[in-house]
């Protein structure tokens, strides 16, 4: 059974730091894209970033050069580093993984930004 996840959410205040880690289960994801999503209380989903298997990556314009994606093969692993994190971070964070057409999602890390 795939699954994945998510560690690493928590409160911190405005400008500061959070990592996220995401632990893959069941399959190797080395040869998938592997992303990170966010969801904010009454709004929708959207994509924070995203990164190939190839190493390629991809960002939300919202978080380009606060936020850095990558992976470790080895260890079946993505993380998001996040850097001048601002209130309206703050959102529930999944991981996603994409295995031969299906989406795979973790349960969410909550992170919250606030003084």
């Known amino acids: 059974q795939v699954q994945l996840v998510e560690s690493g959410g928590g409160l911190v205040q405005p400008g500061g730091s959070l990592r996220l880690s995401c632990v893959g289960f069941?399959?190797?994801?080395?040869?998938?894209?592997m992303g990170w999503y966010r969801q904010a209380p009454g709004k929708q989903r959207e994509l924070v970033a995203v990164i190939s298997s190839g190493g390629s990556t991809n960002y939300a314009d919202s978080v380009k050069g606060r936020f850095t994606i990558s992976r470790d093969n080895a260890k079946n692993t993505v993380s998001l580093q996040m850097n001048s994190l601002k209130p309206e971070d703050t959102a529930v964070y999944y991981c996603?993984?994409?295995?031969?057409?299906?989406?795979?999602w973790g349960q969410g890390t909550q992170v919250t930004v606030s003084s």
């Open positions: 996603n993984a994409g295995v031969a057409g299906i989406a795979y």
């Open positions: 069941g399959t190797i994801f080395s040869g998938h894209a």
